[in-house]
């Protein structure tokens, strides 16, 4: 049975304060599995990120049920969620019938009711995708007809004059109108929904990290282990789980390190894991300049990204990215504590002043300032196309009470609302 509220959390650290863990065996010995710790619960979900977020909430208000919330990050929201473009896109670019394209339109939908009834900051501030050259405009088309079949509403495309009317600062031959496009702040939507989870019963326990786990009968048992473990692991000797958590129901939401997750559960058909390709993207700021736009400012999407464009914050500040940078990845268990390369090199600027002076010629020189970068989970790598989210149930690993998902890169943030309601969907059906 499932305990009261918060006595999970409180046993999970007591127990991680308790375990002492002299040299032991690895964890696949299953003498060594028997002698660890064991707690049931009832709804486990692996990530507080935004979706992992959605995901409790979903399943806490929406359906009562008990849930616990693992992250190996001290606080919600470290990773990805806390590393992108803020936008709340439409729906326009992803093929028609595919996740990316119903959870974009849907999770829009939602998102703009939560954000008005829990007055988190957010603004419907129109988008225009900017042809900057007539080679560029057939491609504006396939988009607004894309957008259009995907239920995107009020699409209307804008001869240049017209959208330098809206933004006079802006170059463009044509420019395809998407008012439902907006901006919301990130953190107040995570904090918004961290608390009504809460509120509802579940328990976030930080600074745990989820190391694998392995089928026992029919159940899923997750191996848990404290991330301060992680930090002081030597890289060689295999890593001990200091806790198994048996639960009804898993929902794998670990970003970036979802599948390296996934690849430690075993028992789970070999095959059915994605291979992880990373592509860095990179935002660089205005210095000492009032922002020259007030919508978002997008030129035609580019291979792995969006294409490097103009996204507000709440506040008007302008920021420009994100480029798409191709890296390796890291070890499963160094993801495990989100150590990816974030830096943000000075001289990416190069690329980016060409890049924004196609559809804003006044850039001046020397105005970029580096910002930030976030991580695209992606599934597939540059030669290869664009692939959907992957949301991996009963029907494909064969485990009941298991969902991973894999994939999930823009517009996750978007979409966020939509996949839980589709989760909780495959796993409560
Ligand atoms: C550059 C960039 C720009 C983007 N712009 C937009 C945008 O404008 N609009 C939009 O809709 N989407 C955008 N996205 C996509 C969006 O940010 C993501 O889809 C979304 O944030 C993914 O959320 P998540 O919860 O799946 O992952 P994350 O936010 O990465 O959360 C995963 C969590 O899992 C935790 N974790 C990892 N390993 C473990 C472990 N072993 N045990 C326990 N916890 C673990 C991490 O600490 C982390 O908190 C952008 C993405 C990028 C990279």
């Not at 595919?98 to 900051?121: M, N, Q, T, W």
């Not at 823009?410 to 609302?417: D, I, K, V």
Request: net charge neutral; charged share 20%.
């Amino acid at each position: 049975m499932m305990k009261p509220r918060n006595s999970i959390a409180k046993s999970i650290f007591q127990k991680f304060k308790n375990v002492s863990n002299p040299r032991k065996p690895p964890f696949s010995s299953s003498s060594i599995l028997e002698s660890i710790p064991r707690e049931k619960v009832d709804c486990l979900v692996i990530g507080a990120g935004i979706v992992g977020i959605a995901v409790a909430k979903e399943l806490s208000v929406n359906h009562g049920r008990q849930v616990l919330v693992l992250d190996s990050a001290p606080i919600f929201g470290t990773g990805t969620s806390s590393r992108n473009s803020e936008v709340i896109h439409a729906g326009i670019y992803y093929p028609t019938n595919s996740l990316k394209a119903s959870f974009c339109v849907r999770g829009k939908e939602l998102l703009y009711k939560y954000c008005k009834d829990h007055e988190i900051p957010h603004k419907q501030i129109g988008k225009l995708i900017v042809a900057t050259g007539l080679s560029e405009v057939p491609r504006l088309s396939t988009l607004m007809t894309r957008g259009i079949q995907n239920g995107v509403e009020g699409l209307r495309m804008m001869e240049g004059y017209e959208a330098t009317t809206l933004e006079p600062e802006l170059q463009c031959v044509k420019a395809l109108w998407s008012p439902s496009s907006g901006i919301v702040d990130s953190h107040s939507l995570m904090l918004s929904l961290v608390g009504e989870a809460e509120s509802h019963g579940t328990t976030f326990s930080y600074n745990t990290a989820v190391i694998g786990g392995h089928i026992e009968g029919n159940q899923i048992q997750i191996h848990v282990s404290g991330s301060n473990a992680i930090a002081n692991w030597n890289g060689r000797s295999e890593l001990d789980s200091e806790l198994i958590l048996i639960p009804k129901l898993v929902v794998n939401s670990a970003g970036l390190s979802a599948p390296a997750i996934a690849k430690r559960m075993k028992g789970l058909p070999d095959g059915i894991i994605p291979a992880s390709h990373y592509a860095r993207g990179c935002y660089f700021t205005l210095s000492n300049t009032k922002s020259p736009f007030k919508h978002l400012i997008y030129p035609i999407p580019e291979v792995g990204g969006l294409g490097v464009h103009v996204t507000l914050d709440l506040n008007g500040q302008v920021k420009f990215g994100p480029d798409v940078e191709w890296i390796k990845g890291i070890d499963d268990i160094p993801s495990f504590l989100n150590m990816f390369d974030y830096s943000v090199r000075e001289d990416r600027a190069n690329q980016f002043y060409p890049a924004i002076r196609k559809y804003y010629p006044s850039l001046k020189d020397g105005s970029l300032e580096p910002g930030y970068a976030g991580i695209r989970p992606k599934l597939s790598g540059p030669e290869e196309g664009p692939t959907d989210f992957v949301v991996q149930g009963e029907d494909i690993h064969g485990i009941s009470g298991l969902v991973n998902l894999f994939g999930i890169e823009s517009p996750g943030l978007t979409s966020s609302m939509a996949i839980a309601e589709h989760v909780a969907a495959k796993l409560l059906k």
